[in-house]
């Protein structure tokens, strides 16, 4: 019996490692525009490893011995030249057509006066690297995915603005898209029930963030959730949060004064970030000494 126990744990761990990876992935993507033919076959392959699995169990039960050891490895040999084989054939797809990349997604910032609780570990989809195309120098280009609250009209891929276009706000004048070799993958709005307050700028390219405007940073902290986080007061009651940055870039501190346009760091996915973006923000109001920024009212910046 020992054999056949070892040879139903590790069916049960090549079920379980790609259920992770696939479920909570590409599955658990569909709703970020997984393709639908990952979607199919991750089901498909599922339904399959529970009808090995049945079987299996029931043979186990009834016999042990050789049979059910052949039956189990027959099993396991399935599942495992199945889930490879889908791999394969996703990665050989997605390097053929740009698919689609899966959304970020931030947790809601309180509105209450107590600090953001930590996030959840992120449990979104990795995005396959080759599937989400940056372009550079071209203006705020929307990334070639489905984009939530898109801010304006324009096809994959298109520039919706230029790259250095600005933005008054309170007679605090700020750039649209403080990042470079970037996206947009996510504008301001309700996504998934819940209130997105920001933009998001998604790089694979190793962009940069940048300061939105003159001002002095007022939080330049680590976070569970928002990774590495600096928020910049400009004054009238004005502030931006950038969240995720890979690292600080030197100087980058509580207290510095930045002028719009200083790197701030490179873009990153630190904190509950499923892929390199930059979670962007517009803030205003009354900045407290409790809740600092998460006491703040977000604004859409494009709304400005
Ligand atoms: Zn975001």
């Given at each position: 019996m020992k054999f056949l126990l070892r040879l139903l744990r590790r069916l049960l761990v090549m079920l379980i490692v790609p259920a992770i990876f696939l479920a909570a992935g590409w599955y658990g993507g569909s709703k970020y525009g997984a393709p639908p033919a990952v979607v199919g076959a991750v089901d498909n392959v599922f339904a399959k490893g529970r009808a090995i699995l049945t079987p299996i169990l029931g043979e186990a039960a009834r016999k042990g011995g050789e049979a059910a050891k052949t039956a189990a490895q027959q099993g396991s040999d399935y599942v495992v030249g199945t889930v490879e084989q889908m791999i394969k054939d996703y990665k050989e797809r997605s390097e053929e057509e740009p698919g689609e990349a899966p959304e970020t997604q931030e947790g809601e910032t309180p509105d209450?006066?107590?600090?953001?609780p930590a996030e959840p570990p992120a449990t979104e989809p990795e995005p396959q690297p080759s599937a989400a195309p940056v372009q550079t120098g071209d203006g705020i280009v929307l990334c070639k995915m489905r984009i939530s609250n898109q801010p304006r009209q324009g096809a994959?891929?298109?520039?919706?603005?230029?790259?250095?276009e600005t933005t008054t706000y309170k007679g605090v004048t700020l750039l649209l898209?403080?990042?470079?070799k970037a996206c947009l993958s996510s504008g301001y709005g309700y996504r998934n029930g819940k209130l997105h307050k920001g933009v998001d700028y998604f790089s694979d390219r190793g962009g940069d963030v940048l300061a939105a405007g003159d001002g002095t940073i007022v939080e330049a902290v680590s976070r569970?959730?928002?990774?590495n986080m600096v928020v910049i007061d400009h004054g009238n009651g004005v502030y931006t949060r950038y969240a995720h940055l890979a690292r600080f870039a030197?100087?980058?501190?509580?207290g510095a004064a930045v002028t719009m346009g200083?790197?701030?760091g490179p873009i990153g996915k630190s904190?509950?970030?499923?892929?390199?973006h930059l979670h962007y923000e517009v803030l205003t109001g009354g900045y407290g000494t409790?809740?600092?920024?998460?006491g703040l009212e977000a604004v859409d910046p494009f709304g400005l």
């Amino acid at each position: 019996m020992k054999f056949l126990l070892r040879l139903l744990r590790r069916l049960l761990v090549m079920l379980i490692v790609p259920a992770i990876f696939l479920a909570a992935g590409w599955y658990g993507g569909s709703k970020y525009g997984a393709p639908p033919a990952v979607v199919g076959a991750v089901d498909n392959v599922f339904a399959k490893g529970r009808a090995i699995l049945t079987p299996i169990l029931g043979e186990a039960a009834r016999k042990g011995g050789e049979a059910a050891k052949t039956a189990a490895q027959q099993g396991s040999d399935y599942v495992v030249g199945t889930v490879e084989q889908m791999i394969k054939d996703y990665k050989e797809r997605s390097e053929e057509e740009p698919g689609e990349a899966p959304e970020t997604q931030e947790g809601e910032t309180p509105d209450t006066d107590e600090p953001a609780p930590a996030e959840p570990p992120a449990t979104e989809p990795e995005p396959q690297p080759s599937a989400a195309p940056v372009q550079t120098g071209d203006g705020i280009v929307l990334c070639k995915m489905r984009i939530s609250n898109q801010p304006r009209q324009g096809a994959p891929g298109s520039s919706i603005g230029a790259a250095d276009e600005t933005t008054t706000y309170k007679g605090v004048t700020l750039l649209l898209m403080p990042a470079t070799k970037a996206c947009l993958s996510s504008g301001y709005g309700y996504r998934n029930g819940k209130l997105h307050k920001g933009v998001d700028y998604f790089s694979d390219r190793g962009g940069d963030v940048l300061a939105a405007g003159d001002g002095t940073i007022v939080e330049a902290v680590s976070r569970s959730d928002y990774g590495n986080m600096v928020v910049i007061d400009h004054g009238n009651g004005v502030y931006t949060r950038y969240a995720h940055l890979a690292r600080f870039a030197s100087g980058v501190k509580k207290g510095a004064a930045v002028t719009m346009g200083q790197t701030l760091g490179p873009i990153g996915k630190s904190g509950a970030a499923p892929v390199v973006h930059l979670h962007y923000e517009v803030l205003t109001g009354g900045y407290g000494t409790r809740a600092k920024s998460f006491g703040l009212e977000a604004v859409d910046p494009f709304g400005l």
